[in-house]
């Protein structure tokens, strides 16, 4: 900022008197006369005021067994330390590729090893959160086959069919849901194979799906989709132990990043990753990297196929993407780069392992039939308690304990068939004790 | 003051193969995990790296990088003012980065305070009565005010809207918003002054119109002075006024798209409100709307009763949600610790120095660059090369050579070899000298060395073809 008299000499080589001159053109009845918010503040007050406002919040004095597709894990300094850089932190959209190397690198980086990670062929280099990068799947696949029908399970979360319908508006999409077994927590194949037709777009598979359960049924979607764009929603953390939907012939594949070393943060910035089939490619959205030479035939990286994006297509752009998640891309980046294949495979192990835990005391504690589905459960795990969520609530609560997310707010069509059925989610830092704890609560009331 | 960059030929990171060394914590048996036979996954390729040669790659990369932090970085219409620190800090207390998204109201308070507060801040910068902090970009911003244009119409029985509205020299971001939200995009010129044409506007509309996109000042930092008439027109045809708010930085405190008649507006908090962009992202883009549309609003928003703040999901007409969340907290934490610590003076300040600054900046090359339309300008200024020799892109890469990030180039489109300009408040006046004495020199540069720039950054001049024709998207 120019100092005050620096003010005025710059005012005075524009030949203005005062500082209102510069907003001389703006009719006067549309001036503002006051803004009504208090005045500057020093930042240690500020800072102050923050402290005071966070401590307000109540949870941390809690044990957290909340998840459905967020989960508390284990975040490396040196994550946070990385994206705090503030080369990193304070560049913009790297227009520029000479000076912006570092993070155009990352991002090449990113886009490969979420590649690798997915056993996709490409990726772009982020999207704003996974059910936002479902919704451009979505999209994506309408532009390749331009059909109406959209198959979704029967159990996804309103919230995510939502965003899905928000992004989709404009399209006059049919969405129909296909159904998940109330048994195994899979997908009904047979049920799903009658409802594949010449007119479906795409199929939205999920794994694990909305009821925490891994999906065996997945892998055999390829075989009954004829030729609609198979879409596969995943948790990336899973795809250490689990196959990746590259492996079962997805066509896009979409995850939320948020687990990979980004804190939950009340609801972001999240990560929305976004793979897909290497001839899909000019259809997809979002930024892309490539790599190239400079001029000295050095190794370098660049945004490219521009051609598809909104600055230079326009209403015609394959979407509207501008602002995407490079930091937080950069952050899971960094995450899988620490952690490496056995890292990752530790965190779904021992995830998997509290979930199991939990469903055996749960068994027992309660009962056999407690645990509705027979499917495998990775981070969630849905638990039958004949009580009513304030009952339960107030259980849970007096105990200092946060979790138990009834299914029949999460997926309200099918509330009947769900009701009296609890969602808690499990991570490797979830302690064995607060396991114990919360089963023999759940089994005394 | 010369530059430059860091040079590292720094390899892929998974070709370091030191090893991993980080921990995660318990202890498992792998061999009975109970994975079913058909889901196990054979092959996992990553990285396998030490901490200490992660850490290293990293950072090696963003020395790699330019930012803010390191000088000025006048991209127009991105708005890349100096990031404050003590926003990075307040969003680091762990009361708020680690609170789950789904917790319930009763304990985070203390977050639907700060989300509340700044929806309260925001309705009166802008003027407007209702605002969504869900949307997580600018042009995620658009998309959902274009929703709810679309809800807003069908709940009046008006299905034929079917049309938006947008001057030739709109962010691109606009029309492609529209389209996706199923509109057809109708483009109209400008006018001889750089602004909307009043005739091409009244001819433009009809009982088709469902909205008129524009953003004032507009793209070439020149104030839409008719917006009273403009206004008029769009409601005369009954259709909605959108305010993009990508330039708002200009205005801040002086007038508000509430007063100049704008029904939905979207704001970029990591523009007008100084939180860091990384490189892409994260943004945000909240939208504040007049009281007719605030029941289309995205669920939910934040209220409070007097002695509790609550999440609403009860909004009528809602359209529903755009992500998963309330949006990126993290961000609107640091839009609000900045509105509090400039407060109203500061923030009417900020806009005065960045008008001051970008009129300055623009004195200082007239005459030598062609400046098409009035002279008097708001946040940003387009000069273009066209009564030159130059090529914009040859400026270009002449600056970074001095360690300035250029200014954005070939756009607007409207304008030949165009440069936006952008200062912002966050530059003193012996910047603002140095980047203009630059601007003028890179003139009197030969183009047979203007075409060998840049030479001090960790590239050369890159091959954006190769890249396309190529398409080397992954190792």
Same mark, same amino acid.
């Given at each position: ?9 710059m005012?005075?080589?524009?030949s203005?008197?005062?500082r209102?001159?510069l ?12 803004l009504?918010?208090p005045?500057?503040k020093?930042? @240690?007050?500020?800072?102050?005021t ?7 919040n109540?949870?941390d004095?809690?044990k ?13 300094s040196?994550?946070d ?14 227009y ?6 570092g ?11 979420m ?27 309408f ?10 399970p ?6 995510k ?9 404009g399209l006059?999409?049919?969405f129909?849901?296909?159904k ?9 194949l047979e ?19 909305s ?6 049924n ?5 075989e ?15 795809l ?19 687990q990979m070393g ?5 609801g ?7 793979t897909?089939?290497?001839? *899909? ?12 030479t400079?001029a ?10 521009q ?14 993407i ?5 930091l937080?891309a950069l952050?899971s980046?960094?995450?899988?780069s ?6 990752l ?22 009962s056999?039939d407690a645990?509705?589905?027979t499917g ?9 308690i ?16 946060i979790?138990?997310?009834? *299914? ?8 009947d ?11 490797e830092k ?10 023999s ?5 | 003051?010369s530059?430059?960059q860091?040079v ?15 921990r ?8 009975? *995990? ?8 054979e ?26 932090? *390191?000088?000025?970085y006048?991209l ?5 003012k ?6 990075d ?11 789950h998204?789904?917790?319930?109201d009763?304990m985070?308070?203390g977050?639907?305070?700060?989300v509340?507060?700044l ?7 802008s ?6 902090v869900q ?5 995620q ?8 244009t679309?809800?807003y119409f ?5 299905p ?11 962010h ?10 199923? @509109?057809e995009v109708?483009e109209?010129p ?5 602004t ?9 509309v ?13 793209t ?17 045809v ?5 305010y ?12 508000s ?17 100084a ?7 994260p943004?945000?883009?909240?939208v ?11 669920v939910?928003v ?11 999901y ?9 992500v998963?969340?309330?949006?990126s ?31 300055y ?9 062609f ?13 273009s ?5 130059k090529?914009?892109l ?19 489109l ?21 980047y ?16 060998d720039?840049?030479k ?9 073809v ?9 190792w």
């Amino acid at each position: 900022m120019p100092r005050n008299d620096e003010v005025e000499q710059m005012l005075n080589s524009l030949s203005m008197k005062s500082r209102d001159d510069l907003f001389s053109e703006i009719p006067t009845k549309f001036r503002k006369s006051v803004l009504r918010l208090p005045r500057s503040k020093s930042e @240690f007050e500020v800072i102050e005021t923050a402290k005071s406002i966070a401590k307000t919040n109540q949870w941390d004095q809690y044990k957290n067994f909340l998840g459905m597709g967020f989960y508390d894990r284990v975040i490396p300094s040196s994550v946070d330390s990385i994206i705090s850089r503030s080369e990193f932190l304070t560049s913009y959209t790297p227009y520029q590729p000479e000076v912006s190397q570092g993070m155009l690198q990352s991002l090449f980086e990113y886009q490969s090893v979420m590649s690798d990670l997915m056993h996709m062929d490409f990726s772009n280099s982020s999207m704003y959160d996974g059910y936002s990068s479902l919704g451009e799947a979505v999209r994506m696949a309408f532009r390749e086959n331009e059909r109406p029908r959209v198959l979704i399970p029967d159990n996804m979360i309103n919230t995510k069919l939502q965003v899905i319908e928000s992004y989709t508006e404009g399209l006059n999409l049919k969405f129909e849901r296909y159904k998940i077994s109330r048994d195994t927590g899979e997908i009904d194949l047979e049920n799903l194979k009658g409802l594949v037709d010449g007119n479906t777009s795409a199929i939205i598979v999920e794994n694990p799906n909305s009821y925490g359960v891994l999906d065996r049924n997945v892998t055999r979607v390829s075989e009954i989709k004829k030729d609609s764009v198979l879409i596969a929603y995943v948790d990336p953390i899973s795809l250490g132990l689990v196959k990746p939907p590259g492996d079962y012939g997805a066509d896009i594949a979409v995850a939320e990043g948020q687990q990979m070393g980004i804190h939950m943060n009340y609801g972001g910035p999240y990560l929305g990753i976004f793979t897909f089939r290497k001839e *899909l490619v000019r259809k997809s959205p979002g930024r892309i990297i490539g790599e190239t030479t400079d001029a000295n035939g050095k190794r370098a990286f660049v945004m490219t196929l521009q051609t598809r994006e909104q600055h230079i297509r326009r209403q015609k752009a394959t979407s509207n993407i501008c602002t995407n998640q490079a930091l937080m891309a950069l952050a899971s980046l960094t995450y899988l780069s620490l952690l490496g294949a056995s890292g990752l495979r530790k965190v779904a192990a021992v995830t998997m392992e509290k979930s199991r835990k939990f469903t055996d005391n749960i068994k027992k504690v309660i009962s056999k039939d407690a645990v509705p589905f027979t499917g495998v459960h990775f981070s969630d795990v849905i638990v039958k308690i004949n009580k009513s969520e304030k009952d339960l609530n107030a259980a849970l609560i007096k105990n200092r304990i946060i979790g138990g997310i009834p *299914l029949s707010r999460l997926i309200p069509d099918l509330s009947d068939q769900l009701k009296g059925n609890y969602a808690f989610s499990f991570t490797e830092k979830t302690p064995d004790a607060d396991i114990d704890l919360l089963s023999s609560i759940l089994g005394g009331i | 003051m010369s530059y430059r960059q860091a040079v590292y030929d720094e390899p892929y990171i998974r070709d370091y193969h030191s090893g991993s060394t980080y921990r995660i914590p318990g202890t498992v048996d792998m061999d009975h *995990l109970g994975i079913p036979e058909e889901l196990r996954r054979e092959n996992l390729n990553l990285p396998d790296v030490a901490e200490y040669d992660v850490v290293r790659h990293f950072t090696r990369l963003s020395e790699m990088n330019y930012g803010v932090d *390191l000088g000025m970085y006048p991209l127009g219409s991105c708005t890349m003012k100096f990031n404050p620190k003590y926003a990075d800090q307040i969003a680091s207390i762990s009361q708020f980065s680690d609170s789950h998204p789904l917790l319930p109201d009763d304990m985070v308070q203390g977050n639907l305070k700060v989300v509340y507060e700044l929806q309260e801040a925001l309705k009166i910068l802008s003027d407007m009565d209702a605002v969504t902090v869900q949307p997580m970009a600018g042009a995620q911003g658009e998309f959902t005010g274009m929703l709810i244009t679309r809800k807003y119409f069908e709940f009046r029985n008006e299905p034929q809207r079917k049309e938006i509205i947008i001057p030739d020299s709109a962010h691109g971001t606009n029309p492609a918003s529209a389209a996706m939200a199923g @509109f057809e995009v109708v483009e109209i010129p400008s006018s001889d002054e750089g602004t909307v044409d009043l005739d091409a506007l009244k001819a433009a509309v009809s009982e088709k119109t469902a909205a008129f996109m524009i953003t004032n000042p507009n793209t070439l930092g020149i104030f839409e002075t008719h917006i009273e008439e403009i206004a008029k027109i769009i409601h005369g045809v009954g259709a909605l006024l959108y305010y993009d708010g990508a330039n708002f930085n200009a205005i801040v405190g002086k007038t508000s798209p509430g007063l100049m008649g704008f029904d939905i507006v979207h704001f970029n908090l990591h523009k007008t409100f100084a939180t860091p962009h990384g490189g892409g992202g994260p943004g945000s883009g909240p939208v504040a709307v007049t009281s007719k549309l605030k029941d289309f609003l995205p669920v939910p928003v934040v209220r409070y009763d007097g002695g509790r703040y609550y999440l609403d999901y009860s909004l009528p007409h809602s359209i529903g949600k755009v992500v998963s969340t309330i949006g990126s907290f993290g961000v609107l934490l640091r839009a609000w610790a900045y509105i509090n610590y400039n407060g109203a003076d500061g923030l009417d300040e900020n806009s005065t120095v960045a008008v001051l600054n970008t009129n300055y900046l623009r004195s200082k090359v007239e005459g030598k660059y062609f400046i098409p339309y009035r002279k008097l300008k708001k946040h940003e200024f387009v000069i273009s090369t066209q009564n030159t020799d130059k090529r914009a892109l040859d400026v270009a890469k002449f600056l970074l050579d001095y360690g300035m990030h250029p200014p954005t180039i070939y756009f607007p489109l409207m304008v030949k070899e165009s440069m936006m300009i952008e200062p912002t408040e966050s530059v003193g006046k012996s910047d603002l000298d140095r980047y203009a004495d630059l601007l003028l020199k890179a003139l009197d540069v030969p183009d047979s060395e203007l075409k060998d720039l840049p030479k001090n950054t960790a590239v050369t001049r890159i091959d954006e073809v190769k890249a396309a024709r190529d398409l080397k998207l992954r190792w």
